[in-house]
């Protein structure tokens, strides 16, 4: 059974700090993807990671994946208050399983002024 | 315009009660999910259809039953609320491993 681990869980930041949140995950997979929810809202898609080595960037964050280490990180450069959200990371289990998603527990992020 | 929308958003029921989500996608999408996110904010799987046909069907109680009438619709009918059914419930749509994009959440509170 694929798991799929966040950390840290919790998050608090100051304005103008890098960080890194890291998604390990248990079995093979070639896909992962990254959301954002802000409080009481729904899924933002963020990054898709198809193959391994592959690293995207959006302003100030950034997503890579290493397949072979099975981990996903992103970092965040300079945090700025309205990058407070819930961030998931999820991996895709293959075709074979319907293209499931299974999901981290979640990184909860504030940054304060 | 609405990519992917659920109503109703609230849904306030007594246990015992009966009730429907209604999912719908104008994206195109050839697969369509639903998940459950409980209180602790953690996402699972419930259901997938593609092209109308159940391809994931997790172990969720049996009084969780999807149907999906046409590839732009898919809805989720509980049977016999209990507590513990309370959460949010996310639809969802994608073409088959491609990035899924999400409905606005149904909050439902079984009381």
């Known amino acids: 059974e694929l798991k799929v681990e966040q950390n840290p869980l919790f998050l608090s930041m100051q304005e103008g700090k890098n960080y890194t949140i890291y998604c390990n995950y248990s079995t093979t997979s070639d896909r992962l993807y990254w959301y954002r929810q802000d409080p009481g809202k729904s899924l933002e898609s963020l990054f898709v990671l198809l193959s391994n080595g592959a690293v995207k960037q959006e302003g100030r964050l950034m997503a890579s994946l290493d397949t072979k280490a099975r981990l996903s990180t992103l970092h965040i450069t300079a945090a700025v208050h309205d990058l407070s959200a819930t961030y998931f990371c999820a991996v895709d289990q293959g075709e074979t399983s319907g293209s499931r998603l299974t999901f981290g527990e979640g990184t909860q992020l504030t940054v304060n002024p | 315009d609405t990519a992917v929308s659920q109503t109703p958003k609230y849904l306030v029921t007594q246990m015992g009660n009966d009730k429907s989500i209604k999912c719908e996608q104008n994206?195109?999408?050839?697969?369509m999910y639903w998940y459950k996110q409980d209180s602790k904010k953690f996402l699972k799987i419930m259901f997938s259809y593609n092209n109308k046909e159940l391809i994931i069907n997790e172990t969720v109680p049996n009084r969780f039953s999807p149907k999906s009438p046409d590839k732009a619709h898919l809805n989720l009918h509980i049977n016999s609320l209990e507590l513990g059914d309370s959460a949010v419930y996310f639809c969802a749509s994608s073409r088959l491993r491609l990035e899924q994009y999400f409905g606005p959440g149904t909050r439902l509170t079984v009381t």
């Open positions: 994206l195109g999408h050839d697969t």
